[in-house]
T-cell receptor, first 112, second 117 residues
Framework: DQQVKQNSPSLSVQEGRISILNCDYTNSMFDYFLWYKKYPAEGPTFLISISSIKDKNEDGRFTVFLNKSAKHLSLHIVPSQPGDSAVYFCAARTGSARQLTFGSGTQLTVLP | DTAVSQTPKYLVTQMGNDKSIKCEQNLGHDTMYWYKQDSKKFLKIMFSYNNKELIINETVPNRFSPKSPDKAHLNLHINSLELGDSAVYFC????????????????FGEGSWLTVV
């Protein structure tokens, strides 16, 4: 029973174009969402987050959108660069939980 | 100058053996975690310690036992290894368990690849 789902295991995008990574969740108590980026043989690193009181958060080329009614969030990367090629994990937590619930990740490949 | 370091990075061992994975963080954080990435690639929390005190203990077999000699170290001991224990184990740390409410202060180690044969 996975509460955070990333249904696309992989995504390929041309350099310079937009990458859109999607994440769905089932627990309506989640109130904070995060994206982590992971390179091979490295641990995940924090990328960007969003609180449930917002519907958008932007940081440079990265923007996260939250649609609470649809229980859906997405990460937009514009423009995509080859160095963005990595696995992206979506994560969420509830106000009472002390841990994060992760999705299974999406492998993004940015083609030069 | 690695912030969260785990050893060994790769470990191949036979069923029934007992093994340990060590973790150290030099960030001055007071909370440490062990996550397991299973075959389906999900990252699932196993344990969390805050100032050497266990605060999260998810449903994991008793064969797994964390030990925190001080707040900079959280080691994972696994007894009687089984094939299903094969996974990547990530150590992580943050400043304060409540820092999870901001979420952006969890630092992960590089992972330890455990293969049980």
């Amino acid at each position: 029973d996975q509460q955070v789902k990333q249904n696309s295991p992989s995504l390929s995008v041309q350099e310079g174009r937009i990458s859109i990574l999607n994440c769905d969740y089932t627990n309506s108590m989640f109130d904070y969402f995060l994206w982590y980026k992971k390179y091979p043989a490295e641990g995940p690193t924090f990328l960007i987050s969003i609180s449930s009181i917002k519907d958008k958060n932007e940081d440079g080329r990265f923007t996260v959108f939250l649609n609470k009614s649809a229980k859906h969030l997405s990460l937009h990367i514009v423009p995509s660069q080859p160095g963005d090629s990595a696995v992206y994990f979506c994560a969420a937590r509830t106000g009472s939980a002390r841990q994060l619930t992760f999705g299974s990740g999406t492998q993004l490949t940015v083609l030069p | 100058d690695t912030a969260v370091s785990q050893t060994p990075k790769y470990l191949v061992t036979q069923m029934g053996n007992d093994k340990s994975i060590k973790c150290e963080q030099n960030l001055g954080h007071d909370t440490m975690y062990w996550y397991k990435q299973d075959s389906k690639k999900f990252l699932k929390i196993m344990f969390s310690y805050n100032n050497k005190e266990l605060i999260i203990n998810e449903t994991v077999p008793n064969r797994f036992s964390p030990k925190s000699p001080d707040k900079a170290h959280l080691n994972l001991h696994i007894n009687s290894l089984e094939l299903g224990d094969s996974a990547v184990y990530f150590c992580a740390s943050s400043q304060g368990a409540e820092s999870l409410y901001s979420g952006n202060t969890i630092y992960f180690g590089e992972g330890s690849w455990l293969t049980v044969v």
